[in-house]
């Protein structure tokens, strides 16, 4: 059967999940969550959410999918802990680190891998399943034939998200809010800087932001595509929102969803329409919301007149007080607090084709007005989990009482009895079965009511209502206590590898390009990982076979429809003598290892912490570019793994598969001129940076950063890193420009050893030439 799986971000809509049909929910704590503006559960909250769902036999499956400093490890595995001891039903991570550890000391916690480890292959998922992952959540970026042959061929149960908001970029592998603003995705800070508004080739428009995923329409093909669980996404949504949404997709899967319930789901948030997003094909400019990022409503209608700060409108379908309308466009809105029909009467009630004058002080004549907000369907919405008429659980009880006390049995899906004193004999009005039924069903705000109570009583007994009371509330406190499923305590032991031996670092640069890699190593560089799917990238490592001791092959981060090439691929490369590869795939990770590969870890892996380097069997590990100075020489000293650090370069700041240039300029697909071919493309954001768009040959898009990360002036600090190998990332540089700046590097590498920590005079010319465009990254700010 398959689960529907609804967001929590608060208690409130916890409920509103559970009551309207979810089979499982998520939600996050304070700490460690992908969603930190979310309200999220405090400890105490979430062993009463575990009782509440237990109680209606609803899964709680608790997020802890964040990256994971050295620091912090301990804490947050003692907060698993806690989940796990409370009852829980799963945690969802993206932490490789985290992942080991979990295994090694709570090995029985079902794990769900987060879509934040952006495993994209059945290989990666395979291979999770194999390291004891339970369940995969796949990109949303996958089609539904790819999410199908990935749920056949696979023991791992499959989650795919069927609605909500959608990432331009593949999750856990966007920097774009930490690079610029020190918010990080990684870390649940998301600034959501993919919502703003940005322009290509002098056109303005939300170029970065898709419209929300809708399948309600196809959820029977994903069902019979063979997934375990389908994820409504929107922890940071207000209740009524998920009560709505849960309640339509439940229905949707039992097949009995109608046309109401779908305008349910469009009146209570949509982007300006739904997309199906890659599910049935790469549909480019129809899955964006170029005009406005924020909900759209639904068209109420147009202004046709004004009077002072009062407006007309022609009503294109009903308006009710309570209301809330918004100029299309503008970002200007007011709520509807008194209707007037065309004569100046006021009404209760617009209805559709009906002119109606409201105020509206900031509406002009042929402004385009939808509704926000409906107050009907709030209320509709909130009378599912509020109020007295909500679902309850049904319970048998079977309550006796005799001049020695008193025991209630209540039963449900788990079974308690409680014992009680505080029966004495009737003096003059001997306590009814009907008042003992009457005291016992009262349950109040609990998740239960009483189907039947069975009573048997001795003759002439009097019962205090208040020791009634007390028996009732014991009974289901430990039913709840009983469902809540409580586990063994578990003991945490961490302990750090210990790096205590200098080394001297090597140069490494990466690369697509055979002009670049060729001058790198004119210059000095150590080693050359080179390779690329970048269309602006030219050059086969094979033609670089004489230097197989210092040039290695890369492989990239997302492997979609091209597995097989790059398998294949890497075999023959092994063959011909190359035998260490730098790979940024999970799936294909495991490939290279059975060939034979020593594997370097790209930064796509997102390594945070020492035992993320201790994962995966690996030669050495590219730390996150997210990590300052402080945390790298920690975390490298905490491990006896080879480590790689960035010291130049412009940060990739996401990868999508939508194609941003042909989209945005009009063409797509077959009409598309190739405009991208051989040229790197810009959008300007609103101060005027520029951040570098490249595609490549599977027409996804990379963009980069406006500024260049150089470290030249900082060689002391880098030093006192200790890691074994620099590297350097070149992206639009011409060859002289690399040789210039590979022997900068290793020239001023050479003088740090000698502790001389002066700048060369190509050093100098480097800094000068780039003076406007330098960043330091986050090497000495960081993140939260």
Not at 20 to 47: C, H, M, P, T
Not at 230 to 249: H, Q
Not at 418 to 439: F, L
Not at 646 to 654: A, D, E, H, P
Request: hydrophobic share 40%.
């Amino acid at each position: 059967m398959v689960e529907l799986l609804a967001p929590a971000g608060d208690f409130e809509a916890l409920k509103a999940a559970v009551l309207n049909g979810a089979d499982a929910v998520y939600l996050g704590g304070k700490e460690f969550s992908a969603r930190q503006e979310a309200g999220n559960f405090d400890k105490n909250e979430i062993v009463n959410a575990i009782k509440f769902c237990h109680a209606y036999g609803v899964k709680v499956y608790v997020t802890l999918n964040t990256l994971i400093k050295d620091e912090e490890m301990e804490r947050a595995l003692e907060y698993a802990s806690f989940l796990y001891e409370q009852g829980a039903d799963a945690l969802i991570i993206q932490d490789y680190g985290l992942l080991k550890l979990l295994k090694e000391n709570i090995p029985d916690f079902e794990i769900h891998a987060s879509t934040q480890m952006s495993v994209n292959n059945l290989e990666g998922v395979n291979f999770l399943y194999s390291q004891g992952v339970k369940r995969v959540v796949l990109p949303r970026e996958l089609s539904l034939k790819e999410i199908e042959y990935i749920a056949k061929n696979t023991q791992a149960e499959i989650e795919v998200f069927v609605h909500g908001a959608l990432c331009i970029s593949f999750s856990g592998q966007c920097l774009f809010s930490s690079i610029l603003g020190g918010r990080s995705g990684n870390r649940g800070r998301c600034a959501q800087p993919c919502r703003m508004l940005y322009s290509f080739d002098g056109d303005k428009k939300y170029i970065l932001s898709p419209k929300d995923l809708s399948t309600i329409d196809c959820i029977d093909k994903i069902v019979k595509a063979g997934v375990k669980s389908l994820k409504i996404e929107g922890r940071m949504k207000r209740p009524e929102y998920v009560a709505t949404v849960v309640s339509a997709y439940r229905k949707a899967i039992d097949g009995i969803a109608d046309e109401k319930d779908k305008e349910d789901v469009v009146k209570i948030f949509n982007r300006g329409g739904f997309t199906s997003a890659y599910l049935f094909d790469n549909i480019g400019p129809e899955m964006m919301s170029y005009e406005n990022p924020k909900n759209w409503g639904v068209y109420l209608g147009k202004v046709v007149g004004k009077k002072g700060k009062f407006i007309y409108i022609k009503l294109e379908r009903d308006l009710n007080i309570g209301d809330g309308i918004e100029v299309f466009g503008k970002g200007v809105g007011v709520p509807v607090n008194t209707i007037y029909d065309e004569k100046g009467a006021e009404i209760k009630k617009g209805q559709k084709g009906e002119i109606v004058k409201i105020y509206f002080e900031k509406a002009q004549i042929g402004d385009i007005i939808y509704k926000t907000l409906d107050i009907k369907l709030i209320e509709k919405a909130r009378k599912s989990y509020e109020g007295k008429d909500v679902k309850k659980v049904p319970l048998l009880g079977r309550f006796k009482a005799t001049l020695n006390g008193m025991e209630f049995e209540v039963e449900g899906s788990k079974k308690v009895k409680v014992t009680m004193d505080g029966v004495e004999k009737a003096i003059s009005k001997p306590t009814t079965k009907e008042r003992i039924i009457e005291a016992l069903s009262k349950t109040g705000d609990t998740p239960f009511y009483f189907e039947n109570i069975d009573v048997f009583i001795e003759d002439n007994l009097m019962i205090p209502i208040s020791k009634l009371n007390a028996i009732r509330r014991q009974a289901i406190d430990e039913l709840l206590d009983k469902i809540q499923g409580k586990r063994d305590k578990v003991n945490i032991n961490i302990s750090f590898k210990n790096k205590e031996f200098k080394v001297i670092p090597k140069i490494v640069v990466k690369t697509g390009r055979m002009d670049v890699a060729l001058a790198s190593l004119k210059s000095g560089a150590d080693l050359v990982f080179f390779g690329s799917d970048l269309r602006i990238d030219k050059g086969d490592i094979e033609n670089l076979l004489e230097y197989k001791e210092k040039v290695f092959p890369h492989f990239p981060d997302v492997i979609i429809e091209e597995y097989d090439f790059y398998k294949d691929k890497a075999k023959r490369l092994y063959a011909l003598g190359f035998k260490k590869a730098l790979c940024g795939n999970l799936g294909l990770y495991k490939d290279l290892i059975d060939i034979g590969y020593e594997v370097y870890l790209d930064k796509s892996f997102n390594i945070l912490n020492s035992f993320s380097t201790l994962f995966l069997e690996n030669e050495a590990s590219y730390l996150s570019h997210e990590l300052n100075m402080g945390e790298l020489k920690n975390l490298i000293s905490n491990t006896d793994r080879k480590t790689m650090v960035f010291v130049y370069g412009r940060t990739r700041l996401m990868i999508s598969r939508h194609c941003i240039i042909g989209s945005s300029k009009g063409y797509f697909k077959k009409s598309c001129p190739n405009a991208c071919e051989s040229k790197i493309h810009y959008i300007k954001d609103r101060l005027g940076e520029k951040f570098l768009v490249v595609t490549d040959y599977y027409c996804r898009s990379h963009i980069y950063n406006s500024k260049k990360t150089i470290m030249l002036e900082h060689i002391k600090d880098l030093l006192n890193l200790n890691a074994d190998y620099w590297i350097l990332e070149f992206l639009e540089e011409d060859k002289d420009q690399v040789e210039s700046i590979v022997y900068a590097y290793k020239d001023a590498l050479l003088r740090g050893i000698n502790k001389d920590f002066s700048l060369s005079k190509k050093a100098k010319e480097i800094l000068e030439i780039n003076k406007n465009n330098i960043t330091k990254g986050h090497f000495y700010r960081g993140i939260l």
